[in-house]
């Protein structure tokens, strides 16, 4: 039986013990950031020589030359071609529907006229060049690929370069499938640190971008971290989560394997049952016990649920309504009775789904919203990656004659009260008598 959680929201020392549960800080090793810098510095002062013997000693792949680690547009195209039609046809109708929902997100430019003339406004323009890291070899993230890519061509982003490595020359079709349905640029069969480093500082082969996101391992998010400044990055993304909040009504089955469907990632994952009904509660636990034994990652699973899961019984839907927020998932199912307005309660969650039957797997992958998620607590304060991840805005300010005047004399006003005299004489030459 596997020994998961179980808290009370009327216990006394609740607040305590969810801290305790929700406690998870990517552990800092001090070796691992050595280890980074070291490769960040020894590509950015050596450009393509390091990346090829960083790839020789990673990857097993032994080149003479950069330019032979991209791979061409035809590749990805033979790729698309190489995968089953069950297969295209998923990937074709997720890129579809991503790319509809992200067209929604398009900020567009703005401006309005005062009545002196005055012109302000923003200015809305997308970064020229985006890099995506995707996790390669026997891993297989297609869908990492569409949600990170689309909304970047969406935005308007004219050149997107992917990197993903391939160990000892093993390519994954999906993704390069994935690749070719998304627009991608152009492919580098490079990964790890190497690859953050040639995308933040630029190589001869491969050219520096604005910002880096997608996903990788701890030396991935560690050397994204440590360009952050010199590009923008996505996110440092913590391990997955979901929470449930269920009124009792939903087949504890159906929660069992939604709770599995995050568990299954890796041991560190955290999926959280919280509903008022102590025996629903026990029957999903009973599923538990009865699916686990389905599961191929079954040891992973269980791993996760004895470390991180937990079954919380509130006192009632506000009162789990309140904790969902308090948690912030990144994940957070309603599957409860009129649960689109019970989501206009929630403030805090990266993604919602909404009603019994909308399982959090749907976001993962084809429902149209972007997978990549703040965790850890962060969706308090930052949100899904989106087209405007990929958009920059800038202010737009152009002042009448009359403008600048009644302008200058408020702007000399309060230069002076700061003890800076040319930023008032600069607003002062253009007041008129």
């Known amino acids: 039986m596997i020994d998961i959680t179980s808290l009370n929201t009327a216990d006394a020392g609740f607040e305590q013990q969810l801290e305790q549960l929700l406690a998870w800080e990517q552990s800092t090793d001090d070796a691992v950031v050595t280890t980074v810098t070291q490769i960040l510095n020894d590509v950015r002062q050596r450009g393509d020589a390091a990346l090829l013997e960083y790839t020789k000693k990673f990857d097993r792949i032994d080149v003479a030359s950069a330019a032979e680690l991209e791979l ?8 698309l071609e190489a995968i089953d039609a069950e297969h295209r046809a998923a990937l074709e109708r ?14 567009e430019s703005w401006s309005y006229t005062e009545a002196d003339g ?8 997308p970064m020229d060049r985006v890099g995506l890291y995707v996790p390669g070899g026997k891993a297989a993230y297609p869908s990492s690929v569409l949600m990170n890519a689309i909304p970047a061509k969406v935005a308007g982003v004219p050149e997107l370069i992917m990197v993903v490595p391939t160990p000892a020359g093993e390519k994954n079709e999906l993704v390069l499938a994935a690749a070719a349905i998304a627009g991608v640029d152009r492919v580098f069969t490079i990964g790890g640190a190497q690859a953050v480093a040639a995308l933040a500082y630029g190589t001869d082969t491969v050219p520096s971008v604005d910002k880096i996101t997608g996903p990788g391992n701890i030396y991935v998010a560690t050397a994204k971290r440590l360009v952050f400044g010199v590009v923008g990055i996505d996110m440092i993304a913590g391990p997955s989560e979901i929470l449930v909040v ?10 069992a394997m939604d709770l599995f469907s ?4 890796d041991e560190d994952a955290q999926s959280i049952l919280v509903s008022p009904d102590a025996e629903f509660i026990a029957q999903v636990k009973a599923s538990i016990e009865k699916l686990i034994a389905e599961m191929p990652r079954a040891d992973i699973i269980e791993t996760s ?6 079954m919380i019984q509130a006192q009632d839907m506000d009162d789990a309504i309140a904790v969902a927020n308090r948690i912030a998932p990144e994940h957070l199912e309603l599957s409860i009775e009129d649960a689109e307005q019970w989501a206009q309660k929630i403030r805090h969650a990266g993604a919602i789904f909404m009603g019994r039957y909308t399982a959090e797997a749907l976001g993962d992958y084809c429902a149209g919203p972007n997978h990549v998620l703040p965790t850890s607590g962060t969706a308090r304060f930052s949100s ?7 958009q920059k805005r800038s202010s737009l300010i152009g002042c009448s004659a009359q403008g600048a005047s009644e302008l200058g004399r408020c702007a000399a006003t309060l230069a002076l009260g700061e003890g800076l005299v ?3 004489r600069s607003a002062e030459y253009r007041i008129k008598d």
Do not use: N
């Not at 995050?262 to 990632?265: G, L, R, Y």
């Open 246 to 255: 269920c009124d009792g009504k939903t087949d504890p089955d159906w929660i």
């Open 422 to 424: 040319a930023h008032a």
């Open 305 to 310: 649920l004895a470390k991180r899961a937990a």
């Open 118 to 125: 005055t012109v302000l406004g923003q200015k809305v323009t």
């Open 72 to 79: 061409s547009s035809a590749q990805l195209d033979e790729a």
């Open 262 to 265: 995050q568990a299954e990632h």
């Open 94 to 107: 997720a890129a579809e529907r991503v790319r509809a929902y992200a067209e929604h997100q398009k900020m």
């Open 384 to 390: 899904p990656l989106g087209v405007y991840d990929f």
